[in-house]
Structure formats: C-alpha cells, structure tokens
C-alpha cells in the first residue's frame, strides 16, 4: 500500500518533499512509509535523501498531565472555592507527587494561601501547561521560552526526527516487478530465467564463511622445512621417541656429566621408567674411556664417569639423541655419505614465558661424509637459509661440548635492521665420531634451529603461547595463509 | 653462557684504546663473545632492587656485559678478557707463567688428613708473592671466585676457593675433616666465634651462603684447614675464617682449593694464579705449594706446564677447508693464545704448546677452530653440496590444491584438447583467431584446439556426471595456452585455477566465500574500491555468465580473476544443462601475483 502510494504519487509529482507529512497525508504510518523508501531506494526507483529535524516529545510525566492536567490545576481545583481545607485534608485528596509539585508550583503562581489550611487567592485558572503539552504532543510549535519551561520540569525531551525527500530512480517504474535473489533449477526447467530480474549483489561485504578445514600454522612451516630438506638430499631420521637415557642424549655426544646441561633445572629426569634398561655396553666402555682419559688425539675430561649418571632416563632435551643414535647405526655398516634431518619435539625444564615453553620443536640437519670442511658447513647453511629466504649471514665462534668448530648463525633482519640470531652449527667432535668406529677421515657438520622461532618472525608473532598449545586462538589457525617458505 | 661485566673505560684502557660500541661489537663477534648490554653500576642495583630506572647520568661508569663461551675460564674477568683480546689484536706476545724455583724445604707445606677422604678428598694451592691491588683490580678478584664458584665449580659442589693474607698465617697447613662440633672459629664478616655445626645453622638464613649448605651437611665430618697455629683458614666450601681475610694492603696471598674433582680443581688453581700474576711483583711468576697426602705421596702445585700437542697441517686445513702454510697457521694459532711452530719432522706438522690457561683445549680440533676463529670464519670460502630446487609455481600450485580440497572440493583433470565449439561457441564466444592455439591435422573434432579456459572440461564432467548427488562442487588447478607474440614460438602456457558448483541454486555464495578463501591463503587482505593494496570484487561482464550474476576479482589493480553464474544458453541449449557454478584463476608465474581469472558459472 505505501510503495503503490509512493510509486503512484511520482508518477506524476517530481518529488515527496517530506516523508512524514507524506505518511500523514495518505494516513499510513511513517515507519512503514521508511520501510518501502529503503527498499525502493535499493532497488533504484527512486532516490531517497536524509532529512532530520528536532523535535520535542512528551516525557512519561509530560503525557499524564496532558491527559489529566498540571498538578499545580489539580490541586487548585481541589481547594474549595470559599473557605480553607486543612493541609493534610488536602494532602489525602491528592496523589503524593501531585501534592508536592502542585503545591510548590501553586504557590509560585500565587493562586493559593499555603498554610496550615489553604484557601484559594484566585477564583479561576487556566491550565496553561496541559495546553502547551497537548500543542507538543500534536507536533505544533511553541514559543522558546515554554520550551524551556517544561524541559526544565522535564516534561518534554528533545527527539530528532528522521525522514526522507524522494525523487524518480533510474529504475523507476510506476509499478515495482518481482526480483529474484537467484537463479534457480525452476528458473531454467520453466525458461523464465529470461524475464527475471535479479537483486543487486553487495560486493562491498565478504562472500560469507566458507565451510573449511584448516591446519596448523606451525605444522604447515614444519612442511615446507622438510620439503626444503628433502630438496637438498637430506632423508627424515625416526624421532617418534621422546624418551632417552642420559647414555644418548648426552654421553655419548661427549658432553660431560657435570655440565650444567644435565641439571634438573634444565632437563626433565624420570620417576617412570626411571633408568634405561640396556645400552651397547662395548660402546659404553669406548664412551667412558674418552670422557676419562680421552685417546684418539684427545685428553678427555680426566673424571670419574659414572655409569649410574648415564643410565638415568630423561625426556630428550634435542633431537640430537636421535642423530647420535642414528649415526651409531651408520658407523656399524661400511661407510657410505649421509644426509639426515629431523624436525620433532624436544624438551627443556624451562619456566614458561613469552618467549619459551617446556616444549618445543627442534629442525636439525646433519651431512655425514669423508673429508668435510667449514666451507662445507658454511655451504649448506647458507644454501639452507637462502631458501627461508635468508641470504645475509654470519658466523660467529661459539662453544658446545659436542661441537668443534661450533658457529652460531646469524642472519640480518631487514625488518630489525639488525643481525639476529638463527640457529647453532658445527662440526662433530672426534671424540663423539671415533668411539662410533667412523673412518678417521669422516667428519659430520650439522645444524639446529627452533621451529617457533623463525615461525613467530614470519608471522610477527611475540608470545609463543600464542603460536603453541591450547591457549592458541582458533581464528589465528582459520586465517593463517599458506606458508611459502622456500616459495619464491 | 656466563655473563661477565666489566667497566668499559677499564677494558679500553687495558685494551690500549677505545672503540666504538659497533666497532667493539665487531670485535667480540669475531672473536666469539658477545657485548649482551650496556649499562650502568647504578642501574644494576635499582633493577636488583626493583626500582625505577634513573636516567644513567654521564658521569655513571658505562659497565659492559659481555657473554663468553663456558669453557674459557680464562675469560671469566677483565684481565683475562683483556689480555685474550690484547693478543687477538696483535698487541701483545702471549706470556709465559712460570713457577718460582724454590727449594722443597723453604716450600710452603699442606699436609692431608685421612679423613677428609670421606666428604672433599683433594686441595690444591698456591701462593702470589707481592701482589700489589687496587680497588679495581681487588673486585677483580673476588668476583673471578664468584664467577669460578658459579661456573666450573658447579656451584662449589666439584671446587671451592679460598684465598687469605698469607702474612697472618703461618705454615705449614693442615687439610682436615672433622666433627662439627670440634671445629670453631669466627667467620669471615662476623665478631664472634661459631662451633661449624651453630655456624650451619646460622648461615640458613643467609640469602648467599644458605644455597651451600647441602654439600656437607649430612656429612659426620666437616672439612676444614688449619695454619701451624690451629688458625682456621676455611671451612670449605661454606666460609673462610676472619682471621686470614685479604685485603686491600695484603701483598701475599695464599689460594687453596678444595675439590671432588682435582682436574677442575687444577684448573681453578691455575685460572687463578695465571690471571692475577700480572699484579705480581714478579709479574708471570707463582710460588708453589707442597701438597703431602696422609700416605706420603707429595705433589707440588701449580702446575703451570704446557701441554704439547702436534697437530698435522694437513687435519686443519683439511678440517677448515682453506689452504695455508705453515707459518700462517702458527701466526693465527699465536693470535689465541697458542705457541706453536713448525714441528721438527719434516712433514708439514705444527708443534702447538698449550698453555695453562686454556684448559679447553682438548684435541687438535680445538686449535684447529681457533685457527679457523683467527682466520675469521667468514673468510672462510664456501663450498656448496648438491642441492635441487623444485618450481615454485608448481608448489604454490600444490599448496592452494590442497586448500581448495578442504574446503569440500574434489579435483577433476581433465583433456588440454577440445572442439573449436567447445572452446568459443558454446561458451557464447567468438573465436577472434586472437587466442587459441589451433590443430592443424585433428584426428577428431575432439582435439581442434589447445584450450584457452578450463570452462569446457569443468562443464563437460558435470554433463557426464548427472546422476551424480547434487550438489557437486569440482576444481581443477591446470594449464591453458594463449598465443603470444613475445615467445619464440608464439604461444604460452598459463597456469589456470577452476571451481565449479552444481546444485539446485546457483551455489553463487559458496564460490564468493572460496574466492575470499583464497585470496585469504595466498594472504591478501579484502579492500574497499579502488583500493590498490589488496583485492575488491566488482561486476563484470562477460558473454559465458548471465549478466548481473557475474564478478571479476581485482587485485592490485589488476584483474585476476572472474566468477558468476554461467549463462544459462552455456548450459541448458548448448551444454550439459542445467546448473552449476564455475570460478577459474590464474597462477601467475610471480607468486605473490597470484590470481587472474576466475570463472563461475550455473
């Protein structure tokens, strides 16, 4: 009914000035009047622009003296005519809020002797306020200084009013024809599809959600790292055991039994299983003659090793047990060139805070060969990183009981402008390759890295626990992009 | 890694000259420490305090952190620190500690009780004749033992130091473990007199002391040294006597420690007595001590002997992978402190002796870093291994395959050849001649032209597929070939992507939401029109999609992309009718350029 009204009343007027006389004028509601101006405004039959205007609406207080009257003419109208009536007689004959202002505004307006009894001064009043307030309540206009007068008894509020002045669309029609949202198997099996007219889409939104699986953004970097280790020939070592002995995780990696590591503030020792039950025992003896009195060019640490330090069980604290267990196996065979890596969880008895956890992931990558050299190690490091897309690199010496020469790398940060530090590298010491039974010429490089570091760099990521563990934000997961890693 | 902190303006002037923070950044890097702060005395406190940081006011001494490698105990304070980069740098030749010839009988004497055997069984010591301190140079020393106490000595549990004013004392010495209560005397920084077990009880509430208590605690026995005169010297590792305390005017000292392990104790000795010899008033030299074991074996300490190693040149420069004679190598080898010269065979070998302060020399490939540190690792050339590298437009392409999959769905692959029909008319196109590649002997009309969009084969499945549960959503991610002037041939691929939905509604909101998808992996960012930092969607049109029903994606200001509902003459008259939606995009060759042209279509 308001959309024929309005289509109707434009086919022949140029414009609707005012949408709320318009509503009054054909009797219908100015709420639905807006309703039909929104839609057709959409649909582009007619242009529709804002007009607002200030208005004054009634209070709830202003609305019952309206109907009923001021208090001030009620209780005036409660005093009789001749004579006096008794405050509290008067006071029983009145609603208590009525009383109170009617009283007080009486009084201010002289019509009344308030006493101890009340008696008129005036015979006749006019109910002014109830006037104005019904002047209000019709939408006519009043003078300035009543308005101030009832907004200040706070019986009228200010109150914009919203409306629209409406003019032909470019699709105007007199009559409006049916859209179609979209278009559908009936469409096509009746061959109407030619006569539809759709509704416009809203480009300026997002398509909604779509119904997706997603994987993990770590787990995705931790892809594209194996995929960039598998490019350069390396072959995944089995790290599905996080229990180790202190024998493989230290020992036999030449890292001393009183170093510092193998504290229990560092390392996770076990209750249960709390010793590992067996060990290669002529390779135990090679392990304990080197940390005691060294042999193969070595002087040793010159202590007492204790078997029962070794036995002890703990959980990993690098992958690195797993290479050392690894690169046993291959001593025991005829030798032959490896290239091993591994990216697996690793654990540290750490406190937790922004920037470490007890677990975490370690990327390791180790070149076993004859006749290795530094230039090698600095090759494939550099040949590493420069597909994480990090080419600026430096070295700097650095200690590790198992390594020697031990590198620390460290790569500019473009971002930072500063060098920062990616990860740790060396050569594998005699004293761990030759207990092994490795050929004298063999030489082992490697390298290790966190994956949450370089992963919380790319993903500007300052809180691990935002990246790891069940504190992560669902949405982070759902909108990580796909990691290009070693893509470019 | 230990932390040592040293006055800056002290370290330069004991370097000989200033340096820049970078240049001294510079410095520690290649030598294998590491500047880890700068601060000031001031600022130290008030963060032990947790106080408000100060402002540091210029005339606050500047304190450098500087991080050294755990096992150079030798680095662990400013003269050692010093000293190691004086010889780095060239300055200074390496010295040469000697212990003074002294005969046995005028030797001071430390005789070993049985018992001790049961809770600290080893002590080594030394004495410094005519040390002059100052009150540099005396912190200096207190906080070495600190930093041995922490480091080496594991918290004093493998070795403690104790170091007194040796004209308080008088010789010889006794080491001995007795009953708590037999043993008395007032400690270091107290008036009165404890018996050791009171004194345990006391120092439980000492914030430094407390964490020490634990190693001889449960002991029966407790070790302790007394002079000739039944002085207490120590009660190792817990407290040294007053008596004996050093101070700012002692000019000699005597240094005893006691140990569980007598290597690390060694070293300690050693560490010690070489750092704080420089002071000596026979600078290099130490005095030596007699130690006599209850079963008469004697040993004289310190042991300032180097240690011979012969190393083959050919093991380091084999090992660091750069050739270099003889003579450089020993001039790198003296620049870390190590003696060394050609080895007197005739094969190329190099004598290396070791001194006592680089107890971290182990093996022949320790000196060999440190000839790869002088030589400066990146110097060092490198050498790369073989290596693949796989096409990144391939592994995008895999990456988004994978993406498009889970979000429900299922790849299609599908001919490169079509009809010429297939190719243009029945996509309600006109072959201008501008795009395909034509086939000059077809042996079918199937195989006319190489095709230029992956719509044919997309809508092709769908028709052979009718019976199939509706809806069905496909994708294939594929190459097309346009011609093109600009290669040799004329012609070149494209990598094409494609999704297409068929159902009972045109499906166009799912195809939008995988368009944003998308664009969300390849990590995009949705923009308002025409912004050029992301992508926009906005209506277009093209003779395959109904008109209105149909959208290009423009990304960076380029169009990438298009999809809408396919005209319903594609489907229904020519095709396989009746629905389906189809969106198709490019994979541009630049990655982070993904995108071009996505079809969608009912």
Known sequence: MAEDAILGYLAAAEEIPDSGQFASQHGLHHSDIVNVIKSLHGFRYIDAQDIKRESWVLTDEGKKYAAEGSPEVQLFLAVPQEGSISKDELQKKLEPSVFKIGCSQAGKNKWVDMGKQVSRKVQHVEDKVKDLLIRVQNGEEIGKDDVNSLKARKLIVAQTWKGYSVRKGPNYAPKRKKVATDLTRENLQRGDWKELEFKEYNFNAKGPPSESGHLHPLLKVKQQFKNIFVQMGFEEMPTNNFVESSFWNFDALFQPQQHPARDSHDTFFLEAPSTTRELPEDYVELVKRVHESGGYGSRGYMYDWKREEANKNLLRTHTTAVSTRMLYA??????????????????????????HLAEFHQIEGLVCDRKLTLGDLIGVLDDFFSRLGMSKLRFKPAYNPYTEPSMEIFSYHEGLKKWVEIGNSGMFRPEMLLPMGFPEDVRVIAWGLSLERPTMILYGIDNIRDLFGHKVDLSLIKRNPICRLGIN | MPTVSVGRDRLFAALGRSYTQEEFEDLCFSFGIELDDVTTEKAIISKEKHLEEDKPSADDEIIYKIEVPANRYDLLCLEGLAQALRIFNGQEKIPRYTVAEISKESMLKMHVKKETSLIRPFVVCAVLRGITFDEASYNSFIDLQDKLHQNICRKRMLVAIGTHDLDTLQGPFTYEALPPPEINFVPLKQVKNFRADELMEFYKSDLKLKKFLHIIENSS????????????????????????????????????????????????????????????KRKFEVEPVEVISFDGNSSVFPDLSEYNMEVPLSYITGSIGVPLEVDEVTNLLKRMQLNAEKAGSGASSISVSVPPTRSDILHPCDVMEDVAIAYGYNNIPKRKLSSLKPLPLNQLSDLIRSEISMNGFTEVLTWILCSKKENFEMLN???????????????????????????????????????????????????????????????????????????????????????????????????PVPDKSGYFIELSDEPEFLLGRQAKIIYKGKRIGIFGIVHPEVLTERLYGPYGCLLCCLLNKRVDRIGCSFYLAT
Not at chain 2, 238 to 247: C, E, L, M, P
Not at chain 2, 252 to 265: G, H, P, S, W
């Open chain 2, 221 to 280: 026995v407790f070790p302790v040294i007394y002079d000739h005169n039944r002085t207490v010297l120590s009660l190792p590792p817990i407290i040294n006597g007053a008596h004996s305390a050093i101070t700012l005017k002692t000019k000699n000292v005597f240094i005893e420690c006691t140990a569980t392990d007598l290597t690390k104790a060694k070293i300690v000795l050693n560490t010690m007595v070489t750092t704080f010899s420089t002071y000596c």
């Open chain 1, 330 to 355: 291959l001593a025991k065979q005829p030798f032959a060139p490896k290239r091993y890596f591994s990216i697996d969880r690793v654990f540290r008895n750490e406190s937790v805070d922004r920037t």
């Open chain 2, 429 to 527: 196109r006109k072959d201008d001649k501008s795009t395909a590649v034509i086939i000059g002997n077809p042996r079918s009309c199937d195989f006319e032209v190489v095709r230029t969009s992956l719509m044919p084969g997309m809508l092709k499945t769908v028709g052979h597929n009718k019976d199939h549960p509706k809806p069905i959503k496909i994708y294939e991610v594929g190459d097309v070939v346009l011609l093109d002037d600009k290669k040799d041939v004329g012609a070149s691929n494209r990598c094409l992507l494609a999704a297409l939905y068929c159902g009972a509604s045109s499906g166009f909101e799912l195809i939008h939401s995988l368009v944003d998808r998308i664009m969300e992996v390849m990590g995009t960012s949705f923009v």
